[in-house]
């Protein structure tokens, strides 16, 4: 039994927990890289780390996205 009802539920509740992965992932980038600062005394390491953070975030959202409208 497949009810086509739940299909869009389903899209609404990954499109609301995008914001929280996002943040999720450039917290832990960001936190790695105070984490790598305070061990070698430099500024660089949080400020390239939360970047990646913030592309990778980015990448898996389209990603994300790309994948929910082929699903339709």
Do not use: R
Not at 1 to 22: D, S
Not at 33 to 57: A, C, H, M, P, R
């Amino acid at each position: 039994m497949n009810n086509p009802k739940k299909q869009p539920n389903n899209k609404w509740l990954q499109l609301i927990t995008i914001p929280f992965q996002m943040g999720f992932v450039i917290f832990i980038f960001n936190y790695f890289g105070q984490y790598l600062d305070e061990k070698n005394n430099s500024d660089n390491y949080v400020k390239i780390l939360t970047l990646v953070g913030v592309f990778l975030s980015l990448y898996y959202v389209i990603k994300q996205v790309i994948q929910l409208s082929k699903d339709k």
